[in-house]
């Protein structure tokens, strides 16, 4: 493709088709818009084909600021008002596709495939006349007099405008190795101070009791407290363990505030009530009342046998003796491992297997009614290269989502 420096090649180019980008390029294409998206894999769509383990969970029944972390709540609502749960499940089902809501209050297409999904927007993508070129990666964009040139090694185009949807850096092997930062910044951006995997699996070191349970899940409420004991945040979800640590629904959601912490304060902790449904005093209770029975006995009321003999291994004491015989200091070491333990957690698995990045552009950098930027007039920004991460739940595509109409919906007033 050559530039033509009399008129632009397109009124929009779309850097980045993944969820966002589609989204942005459907609805600049449907506003009558030429719309052009470039992207550098080779396969489009790559996260929206692994997302939800193949089935896409496409958004939740009910979104909320609260649900996200990074910039502030009252920014986040602007942009997630605009295109909210109702739109997402009107735009699929005029596309073709049924999303049905599971107990969980997640939303999936009814035929458990994520390749509908995909396939909904490429084929609206094709409706709206969008001309998709991959994989072509952009190197740069810069901004001329009028408009822009878009750059990489396969030749140059020109746009009136351009809407970044480069993602953040989590899954590089989709094609969202973290080079869109270096274009916003090019054009006048900053990223904030800490962008790190979220949504990421946590490690523990190489002997720790709980990787010997691996395959073994459990509900737990995992906690994050300051040096001083203040609580950060909390959730209570299901926990895998894993050969490497630990995973599953609550670990991913607890890990950008553990990282937000620790970069806080390297003292900050993660702590896990193994036994939400006991009270501290009750389980103390009933290992005071118990008798002739043994610490394993009590805690089988509750736990599975193996998680059991985990928490008695990892509270040091001997759990076969009655617990009549338990001295003071060793229920309140088994209770600590019960309801209290401090995680060891050595690190997170880093972006290869995170679900999203925390961290990016901020927000107050760009006009929430339209997406575009507030440093270079033509240029819009969308999806996880902002500064915005949703816990687990179809969060992250609905911001995709939100922010794509916004932008794409918006593209062609903002020249
Ligand atoms: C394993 C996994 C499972 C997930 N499951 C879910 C889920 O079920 N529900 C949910 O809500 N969220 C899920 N997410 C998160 C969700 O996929 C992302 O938040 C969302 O895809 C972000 O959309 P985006 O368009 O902003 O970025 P991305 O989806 O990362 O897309 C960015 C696109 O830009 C392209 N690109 C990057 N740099 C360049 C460049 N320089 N030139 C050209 N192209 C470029 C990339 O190739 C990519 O196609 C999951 C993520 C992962 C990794």
């Known amino acids: 493709m050559t530039s033509n420096s009399n008129s632009s090649d397109y009124d929009v180019t779309v850097v980045g088709g993944g969820a966002a980008g589609l989204f942005a390029a459907i609805f600049a294409g449907r506003a009558g818009q030429r719309v052009l998206v470039l992207d550098g894999a080779k396969k489009l769509g790559a996260k929206i084909l692994v997302a939800g383990g193949g089935r896409c969970n496409v958004t939740h029944h009910a979104v909320d600021p609260a649900d996200y972390a990074g910039d502030k709540p009252n920014r ?15 735009f699929f089902r005029e596309q073709g596709v049924e999303l049905k809501r599971e107990e969980t209050g ?6 458990d495939k994520a390749r509908s999904v995909l396939d909904a927007l490429l084929s609206a993508c094709n409706q709206a006349g969008v001309t998709l070129a991959h994989p072509q990666r952009v190197e740069a964009v810069e901004r001329r007099e009028e408009g822009f040139l878009i750059s990489g090694d396969w030749g140059s185009v020109s746009a009136d405008r ?53 395959g073994v899940s459990f509900d737990g409420t995992l906690t994050v407290r300051a040096p001083g004991g203040k609580i950060l945040h909390h959730t209570t979800h299901s926990i895998l363990c894993t050969h490497f640590g630990l995973s599953g629904p609550g670990i991913l959601d607890i890990s950008r505030h553990w990282r937000d ?15 939400p449904q006991v009270t501290q005093k009750d389980l103390d209770q009933a290992l005071q009342r118990a008798g002739s029975k043994t610490p394993r006995t009590i805690l089988r009321q509750w736990l599975s046998d193996r998680m059991s003999d985990t928490l008695i291994a990892l509270s040091g004491i001997d759990g076969q003796s009655p617990c009549a015989q338990l001295a003071k200091n060793d229920r309140k070491n088994l209770l600590l491992a019960c309801k209290h333990y ?18 990016g552009v901020p927000l107050e950098e760009v006009d929430l009614k339209t997406m575009a930027s507030r440093k270079t007039p033509g240029l819009s920004l969308v999806g996880e290269i902002l500064d915005v991460d949703g816990r687990i739940g179809g ?21």
Request: no cysteine; hydrophobic share 40%.
């Open 342 to 359: 401090v995680l060891p957690v050595q690190g997170d698995r880093g972006y290869t297997y995170a679900e999203v990045t925390m961290g």
């Open 261 to 275: 912490g620790i970069e806080d304060d390297a003292g900050t902790t993660l702590d896990v009530d193994f036994m």
């Open 106 to 111: 997640k939303l999936f297409p009814v035929t």
């Open 162 to 214: 351009v809407i970044l949807a480069t993602g953040g850096r989590a899954l590089p092997k989709s094609g969202s190795d973290g080079h869109g930062y270096a274009i916003a910044e090019s054009l006048g951006h900053r990223i904030s101070d800490r962008v790190f995997p979220a949504l990421v699996p946590l490690i523990l070191p190489g002997e720790h009791p709980l990787r010997e349970l691996s």
């Open 76 to 90: 986040i609502r602007k942009v997630l008002r605009r295109f909210d749960v109702t739109n997402t499940i009107d």
């Open 395 to 415: 969060f992250n595509f609905q911001w995709a989502w939100a922010t794509g109409f916004i932008a794409g919906s918006s593209a062609v007033f903002t020249s």
